[in-house]
DNA sequence: CTCCTTGATGTCAGTGTCTGACATCGACGG
DNA sequence: CCGTCGATGTCAGACACTGACATCAAGGAG
């Protein structure tokens, strides 16, 4: 039998999100959190940089969705090129994932500090696509403009897609947005 | 003659962009900020909500100059309203703040927690411009897009200013950086 | 089987940010 | 001359986060 249990990393993040929701994310103390996964403050330290980034964990393979959907893609418009990226990260939120998003989002929401966090991570998508346009041969500012375009379109479509009532999938949505985009 | 010297708030930031140029943001600590203001780390704390915030007192007139510089165009196209409040936005980096901007940035850019903030700000400012442009007639999502490409092109424009040798002035570069976007 | 190394965790002590409560005391109006 | 007001100080404390070192099961080398 092991020493400890496994899956330290999960059950922490769960802990978290669970008091976050029911407490505020101020009012929850990282001892909290880690006493809720059965660990100790310290060893939170050591999976999450700072107590924010428990929220945040996952973000990075959802990047990952992103450039693949982008390598997959033999477009060379950069909008195409774009497009591409995104519906592949749509898989990333299937309708099961809805309630727990909308969780999440809620938290968020409700404090500076995580949105601000929340923004930078939009800000770093937005230049890890525009290095990856750069790299299929679009030019600088273009992939730029295109890339802030994408994010855009993904915020405004995860901003329906958890808004009450909504039962579109995600992918959906965010096609008939981005239409809504190149209407312009 | 008075209790204490004036301008209280005003040697907090001197002092704390000296001290974060000279040994770095984090080896700096908020007392010594107050100290070398000749006051108390409780009285910083009365005049910057955090430690980071420090480096971003005038933001507000920044983003000031941006409505003002909109509210006082005549144009209906977005693209020229938004141009209207960046070529207003010009006024607040004359040549001698050259330097100081450079100091203030490499500073921001050598900290993650910095660039987060300064990202957040960013952010901010696009989302007044956007509820700018919809007061003035915009429909939400060109809104949207025309305040972060407007926010786009300030970036760059600063980067381009403070870049090592350049000595052009800021609404100069500022207009060519514009005149590049609307090529596309 | 025993020994040794390794990796995840715990323990502890400390630094620094940020906050609330209350004290101080010159300025200024009445 | 007095009262109150505003900027500051003092103090105690909560909490985030870090470095150093201890612990102990697991798993492999001999």
Redesign the pocket.
Known sequence: ??????G?RERLADAALGLFASQGFE?????EI?AAA??????F???Y????EVLFAGQDDFEALFLTGLAGSSATAPMDLVAAALENAAGFFPDEKRAWSRARQEIIAANPALAEREQHKMSALATTLTAALVDRGVEETTAALAAEAGVSVFRRTFAAWIAPGQTGSFDTLQREILAQLRAL
């Open positions: 039998m092991p020493r400890w249990e496994s330290s009012r929850t103390t990282v001892a880690a059965g660990l100790t403050e310290r060893t330290f050591r999976y940089a700072d107590k924010r």
